[in-house]
């Protein structure tokens, strides 16, 4: 009995010790950029609290995600014409694979601003998923970096480049292509990569005009008394999928496109950003059916809404940071704003929230901490050479950063 107790308890804090290390998604474990850690570094530079940099070649603005030891990103040359994936090791920032996916003789039309590699990968034990949007989407094991499969058929002019991540839900890679030409979901067999549903969109966009049809989305899955939805926000509209199906349970219609922004869920309330032209920020009841617009909006907010920057939902508050550099704390009940200053800088990547504080991260390497709670505190303005364009990772008690030339590995 005393080995079978000890044993459980060895199993029980390897669980927590891994479960802390890995960020296997966008937006981490949860999906939600929340990190446990206490002991993330309040300050850093070039020269203070970096363990490791390491640098990536070409151009890519995906996020890194973490397994065990393993760090994974994509990247791709600034033309478009390679594509690449690398794995890093965590403890050293030794490069353990750096492989060539994808080539492409005619790369299509993109917008400078994004990169050929903006998708963050989605990882679980012995598997790395990564995805370019039409031009490819692979299966790889994580040992060897060998191809388990891969998909290059999916259609999908992205117009300004792609954007939006791939989920896993129990045997499915979900991903979204919302694009010039085609709009649709997809779920692939995550084992085969054979296609189990694909729906198109049912949204009238209200123009023939392609680009504002396009988005760059990524799902959440959520529980809905009792029932699980899967929340895919697009151009125009966001709609709830039954997730193992792709039946289609309800949708909301906004005016604003090229959605990027991921969705919020907590006790009742789904947090919807509408995109550009301006955004919006909506909070719905999500337990209707067919369209729910004129019908389930709890409440609606505009003023210093971002397009780009995802929110953080934390406890009754939402912090956000406009993408011209206003940070806000509203009240996550009504929407009311609780205090809006401005910070330095121009902002795409997402907020990270650890107890007690809010990290922002700016296009030309300045990292702002603040106090999370009712009065605006800054604690920290710390600065790296260069800019960042993707979100923050956690591993640990270490800040993986990916700016636009190297992975950082900030730690105390």
């Known amino acids: 009995m005393r080995i079978l107790l000890v044993g459980g308890l060895v199993c029980l804090i390897s669980q927590a010790v891994w479960g802390a290390r890995n960020w ?12 446990d850690s206490t002991e993330l570094p309040l300050t850093w530079s070039e020269k203070q609290n970096v363990k490791w940099k390491t640098a990536i070649h ?10 065990e030891n393993q760090i994974w990103v994509t990247t791709a040359s600034a033309d478009g014409k390679r594509m690449s994936v690398l794995c890093v090791d965590r403890e050293s920032g030794r490069t353990l694979h750096d492989r060539l996916l994808y080539e492409n003789e005619k790369p299509r039309f993109g917008n400078d601003f994004n990169s050929y590699a903006s998708p963050t ?3 679980e034990a012995g598997r790395v998923y990564v995805h370019f949007g039409s031009y490819g989407t692979a299966c790889l094991d994580t040992a060897t970096c060998r191809t388990l499969w891969s998909r290059r058929d999916l259609p999908c002019d992205h117009w300004r480049r792609p954007g939006s991540s791939p989920i896993l839900f129990q045997n499915l890679l979900i ?24 729906v198109d969109r049912d949204i009238d966009y209200g123009s023939d005009n392609g680009d504002v049809m396009k988005a760059y989305g990524t799902p959440i899955v959520i529980e809905v008394n009792g ?5 895919s926000p697009a151009a125009k509209a966001t709609l709830a999928y039954n997730p193992n199906t792709g039946a289609a349970l309800w949708k909301l219609r906004y005016p604003q496109h090229s959605v990027a922004i ?37 409440w609606s907010v505009r003023r210093r809404v971002p397009s780009m ?20 704390r509203l009240d996550a009940e009504t929407g009311e704003v609780q205090w809006q200053e401005r910070l330095e800088g121009k902002y795409t990547a997402s907020l990270l929230y650890a107890p007690g504080r809010i990290y922002c991260f700016d296009r030309d390497g300045r990292g702002v901490v603040l106090k999370a709670g009712e009065t605006f505190e800054r604690l920290a303005v710390n ?12 591993t640990d008690k270490a800040i993986l950063l990916r700016t636009k030339k190297h992975l950082y590995c900030i730690e105390q």
């Open 227 to 231: 029932e699980l939805q899967l929340i």
């Open 383 to 394: 600065r790296l050479d260069e800019g960042m364009m993707s979100s923050p990772a956690v």
């Open 24 to 35: 296997p998604q966008l937006h981490g474990p949860s999906a939600n950029s929340h990190a």
């Open 309 to 328: 920057p995802s929110q953080l939902l934390v406890g009754n508050a939402i912090y956000m940071v406009h993408d011209d550099g206003v940070a806000t």
């Open 121 to 123: 990968p989605v990882i």
């Open 175 to 198: 991903v979204h292509y919302d694009g010039f030409d085609h709009q649709y979901v997809v779920a692939l067999n995550k084992t085969t990569g054979q296609t189990v549903w694909k």
């Open 262 to 298: 991921r969705p919020m869920f907590r006790g009742g309330l789904l947090y919807l950003n509408t995109g550009f032209s301006p955004a919006q920020l909506l909070a719905i009841r999500p337990d209707g059916r067919g369209d729910i617009t004129g019908t389930h909006v709890a």
């Open 58 to 67: 070409g151009r890519g603005w995906s996020s890194p995600v973490v397994w």
